[in-house]
């Protein structure tokens, strides 16, 4: 199956930007729809956002605005530019197909400091 690494988090006061890239294994990634999902502490995982394999997006209300998603096919990469942070940001930010199909990765820790 397809093994994903995510990295680029990290701790940053509300307001600041972090830039999270996901680096994933295999040969589907370009036709897959891919997906930034987030999961707090005592939360369910949420869907943050995603892109299709031709580019077209979509974003999670709460972040819509501040987020964008890319990605790069050639590298097999996915990444989520976050600006205007917000403590409510504050989770563990995972990558992954739209339904979940890869490995689910260790994840990268996002703080948001007020």
């Known amino acids: 199956q397809v093994q994903v690494v995510e990295s680029g988090g990290g701790l940053v006061q509300a307001g600041g930007s972090l830039r999270l890239s996901c680096a994933a294994s295999?040969?589907?990634?370009?036709?897959?729809?891919m997906a930034w999902y987030r999961q707090a502490p005592g939360k369910q995982r949420e869907l943050v956002a995603s892109i299709s394999s031709g580019g077209y997006t979509n974003y999670a209300d709460s972040v819509k605005g501040r987020f964008t998603i890319s990605r790069d096919n050639a590298k097999k990469s996915l990444y989520l530019q976050m600006n205007s942070l917000k403590p409510e940001d504050t989770a563990v930010y995972y990558c992954?197909?739209?339904?979940?199909?890869?490995?689910w990765g260790r994840g990268t820790q996002v703080t948001v400091s007020s």
């Open positions: 992954n197909t739209r339904t979940g199909n890869y490995y």
């Open positions: 295999g040969s589907s990634f370009s036709i897959q729809v």
